[in-house]
């Protein structure tokens, strides 16, 4: 798989791919701008997402990945462009610039430790935008997730241990990925539970068994099978 | 617990927990990005699952439910179709007497082959039940109900459910009768009966004009010979809902 940094090359030439992952960034975006302006923003209506999306879209243009981080670079980029816009727009006393990025970004260097959460960070934002395109590709939202999501922590180990199961056997999981759906008998075979049992708990087995396929390091969404 | 934001939303935030577990949590605007890790209360997103016996008090909560609306939707019912039956000047004990006799006569007639079927008891119980049903929902079904006198030349109109109906008697022996969808609703289904009365207001007879689907625009006309005797005329709509 292309690392964000391949992508970010290929998107300064190509205007599909840069539009492909402005269309993928924009949560990140937004929440860059939220924290920024510290209100909720909407896009469609609030005009500090527009100058978020031409930063973040600056920021692919003149990215030089031997210098930083490409999403430390587009969160800076994206900074400094809104307060730029306030100034334009005498609005300056709203944006919460307690400690500019620039000085973010020396304090971040100035200790290790920071500097180390900082990068998690990033990468973790990384895996969480590649997993919501991982769900959105089999038609599942994370509002989904949340309705759907096993309360009781036994069931939701039951699920967690059928999403093992179709992870490490291929031909289980190849079926999956092919047909998209929940090979039951053969997990029946394997794990002896109900069809049914298994057939309410189909979303969230998929989720989990792209998230342990997709072999996240910094988003632990199951303890124990991420790592 | 520690979670991750996954998704940030204007009055709350959807979270993972390390357990898989993904949670709506409500955080302060403009604090937090995607990506980022907070501690969520055990406590809160402690939400207790039902247990097999809740599960049964709310299923039992629910039937009973069910029961109360349909009780009530019943007793409002009879109080409707009593509360018409006033207001139509019948009066209640009439319709009961009507309805009484009309479950008789037809108890009645259902009895008579009762020598040859030995069954047939339940079923003509059954009939008289289903007849004085059916008598009942017509007579709900009258929309509308007057008296016109047939010593008039010119046309007399008047407008029910969006029909006008006219009529008219022409040299004192034909009655002219109109009728014209000039509603925008949907097409009219139903019957108007002109019940032809003699001076003491016994009847003759019953002209019967029946509509299926008399859409807006529809015309209809029609002429009667009048009988002998016959001054006026009661006309009756039925609609079929």
């Known amino acids: ?227 | 617990m520690k979670a991750v934001i996954m998704e940030i939303h204007k009055d709350y935030c959807i979270v993972v927990t390390e357990e898989g577990r993904f949670l709506r949590r409500k955080i302060p605007s403009g604090v937090f990005e995607i990506g980022d890790e907070i501690m969520i209360d055990q406590e809160l997103t402690f939400e207790p699952a039902k247990t097999p016996r809740q599960s049964m008090v709310g299923r039992y909560l629910a039937t009973a439910l069910v029961v109360v609306v349909v009780i009530v939707g019943a007793v409002l019912g009879i109080r409707f179709i009593r509360q018409y039956y006033a207001s139509e000047g019948r009066g209640l004990a009439e319709y009961e007497a009507v309805a009484e006799e009309a479950a008789e006569e037809v108890v009645e007639e259902a009895e008579e082959p009762q020598y040859e079927y030995e069954e047939s008891a339940e079923l003509t119980k059954d009939e008289a039940e289903e007849a004085l049903a059916a008598e009942e929902e017509k007579e709900g079904n009258v929309v509308y109900k007057d008296i016109y006198f047939l010593d008039v030349e010119n046309w007399v109109q008047e407008k029910i459910r969006g029909i006008m109906f006219s009529y008219r008697v022409e040299s004192g022996t034909v009655l002219q009768v109109q009728l014209e969808n000039i509603s925008s609703e949907p097409g009219f289904d139903g019957t108007f009966e002109l019940f032809m009365l003699k001076a003491d207001k016994s009847e003759t007879r019953v002209i019967d004009i029946p509509f299926k689907n008399f859409v807006p625009g529809d015309f209809f006309e029609d002429a009667f010979m009048l009988q002998e005797g016959e001054t006026s005329f009661r006309l009756e709509v039925f609609e079929e809902f």
């Open chain 1, 1 to 227: 798989m292309r690392s964000l940094e391949d992508r970010i090359s290929r998107a300064k030439d190509e205007k599909d791919e840069a539009n492909r992952l402005i269309s993928e960034f924009k949560p990140f975006i937004a929440s860059v701008v939220q924290k920024k302006v510290g209100r909720f923003v909407e896009y469609g209506v609030d005009e500090e997402l527009s100058v978020g999306l031409m930063a973040f879209k600056e920021a692919i243009d003149s990215y030089d990945r031997q210098k930083s981080k490409f999403l430390s670079f587009a969160r800076m980029v994206i900074s400094m462009r809104l307060i730029d816009y306030y100034r334009k727009s005498k609005k300056e006393r709203t944006v919460s610039i307690e400690g500019s990025d620039r000085s973010d970004i020396a304090a971040d260097e100035s200790s290790m430790e920071q500097y180390k959460i900082a990068d998690e960070n990033e990468k973790r934002i990384l895996e969480i935008i590649e997993y919501r395109n991982l769900l959105k590709k089999w038609g599942i939202s994370l509002e989904q997730l949340v309705d759907i999501s096993p309360q009781k922590e036994d069931l939701r180990e039951q699920y967690k241990m059928v999403a093992r199961v179709i992870a490490g056997n291929e031909s289980i999981l190849k079926a999956l990925l092919r047909t998209k759906r929940l090979p039951v008998k053969e997990i029946e075979n394997i794990l002896s539970i109900h069809p049914k049992k298994l057939e309410r708990g189909r979303i969230y087995i998929i989720a989990m068994v792209l998230a342990m396929v997709a072999g996240f390091s910094y988003l632990n969404i199951s303890r124990g099978d991420m790592k």
